[in-house]
Nanobody, 124 residues
Framework: QVQLVESGGGSVQAGGSLRLSCLAS????????MGWFRQAPGKEREFVAT????????DYADSVKGRFTISRDNAKNTVYLQMNSLKPEDTAVYYC?????????????????WGQGTQVIVSS
């Protein structure tokens, strides 16, 4: 069974930074595309970022481009989301997701496994 465990959430003021981590109990980790999604209060869950198994290809939602960076360390079975210049509208529960195919995608239905989420709160 695949387990994804997110960490690194918390509260920060606008303009600050956080780094989220997601530890995956999948083998081999480097055969999985990974993604980050988020769900703000009262809103649908939405795509944030995705990264190819190789780490060489990534994609971002327009709302986070230039501020967030997704990366992965295949030796540690971990994917990261570095979030800079945070805004109050980034407040959400952030979810890590795994896809058992090599192509990056922003569609939630393309991901097979999900973590429990980690809360990020950005205050103005």
């Amino acid at each position: 069974q695949v387990q994804l465990v997110e960490s690194g959430g918390g509260s920060v003021q606008a303009g600050g930074s956080l780094r989220l981590s997601c530890l995956a109990s999948v083998r081999p980790f480097n055969s999985y595309t990974m993604g980050w999604f988020r769900q703000a209060p009262g809103k649908e869950r939405e795509f944030v970022a995705t990264i190819h198994w190789s780490g060489g290809i990534s994609d971002y939602a327009d709302s986070v481009k230039g501020r967030f960076t997704i990366s992965r360390d295949n030796a540690k079975n971990t994917v990261y989301l570095q979030m800079n210049s945070l805004k109050p509208e980034d407040t959400a529960v952030y979810y890590c997701a795994a896809r058992r195919r090599p192509f990056t995608t922003s569609l939630q239905s393309d991901y097979n496994d999900w973590g429990q989420g980690t809360q990020v709160i950005v205050s103005s």
